[in-house]
């Protein structure tokens, strides 16, 4: 049996860093999806697919597949750095404002 560990990187409609926290273990497909004929549907005879599971670090993750014989392969998150800037927004309305308002 073959899983991927992996961190999710946040979603592309959100700058928020919500539901990236935690670290997941994803089985591989053991047999290829197959299209129904009738219906067209997208179907897989492996349960093993539909299994994610959720851990708090990767070592928790990591100690998981060990204890069970799982073959992992673990995937790094490419972290970005904070775009925050000093003061933000809240600059435009400051009492100490150096330059003169301009809108």
Request: aromatic content about 10%; proline content about 5%; charged content about 30%.
């Amino acid at each position: 049996m073959r899983a991927r560990i992996y961190q999710p990187a946040k979603t592309a409609m959100s700058s928020g860093q919500g539901k990236t926290k935690f670290w997941f273990l994803e089985y591989s497909a053991d047999t290829p999806r197959e299209v129904d004929p009738l219906m067209g549907w997208t179907s897989s005879s492996d349960t093993q697919s539909q299994v994610r599971l959720r851990f708090d670090t990767k070592e928790a993750a990591l100690a998981y597949a060990k204890d069970r014989g799982i073959e992992v392969q673990v995937s790094d998150p490419n972290k970005r750095r904070a775009n925050i800037r000093p003061r933000g927004y809240a600059e435009n309305f400051a009492v100490d404002r150096k330059g003169a308002w301009t809108h």
